[in-house]
């Protein structure tokens, strides 16, 4: 199975899409759930995992993938908190104070999963190119 194309492979509205807008977006989800929803929030919230290991594995190595995982999860965690901040509902899901503290999480969480994607991408890379040169013959 191919993996998909890496970040910097797609056109640059995509690349701001998906770096910058779908953090952004997930983010501001689940700042509004928060308020609405505590097993909601985070069942989503939980689910970001997913995007955070898949961001990483738009990246060729452990360290891109840790560069992208910080800038998500510092856009992700501070778009949960700013529209925590605008919405000013009465929050269902706990969040300490001070909020400011999820976006270290976040951020520090980002970098952690960004590179286990990047990681895991660069492992197959590997082996996909091993598999694909001729037997007896050494990169």
């Given amino acids: 199975m191919g993996a998909p194309p890496l970040l910097l492979e797609r056109p640059p509205a995509a690349q ?4 910058v807008g779908l953090p952004l977006i997930f983010g501001i989800l689940c700042g509004l759930l928060a308020g609405w929803s505590s097993t909601i929030y985070w069942i ?3 689910s970001a995992i ?7 594995y738009e990246h060729p190595t452990a360290d891109e993938g840790a560069v992208r995982g910080c800038c998500g999860g510092l856009v992700f965690g501070t778009a ?5 901040a605008v919405s000013n509902a009465h929050l269902k899901a706990h969040i300490s ?22 990681g ?5 890379d590997r082996r996909v190119n091993a598999q694909a040169r001729p037997a007896g013959r050494a990169a």
């Fill in 97 to 118: 104070h001070p909020h400011a503290g999820l976006i270290v999480v976040t951020t520090i969480l980002g970098i952690i999963l960004g590179a286990i994607g990047g």
């Fill in 80 to 84: 949960i908190v700013a529209t925590i």
């Fill in 50 to 56: 997913l995007g955070g290991l898949a961001a990483g």
């Fill in 16 to 19: 701001i899409l998906f770096a």
């Fill in 120 to 124: 895991l991408r660069g492992r197959h």
């Fill in 44 to 46: 989503v919230s939980i």
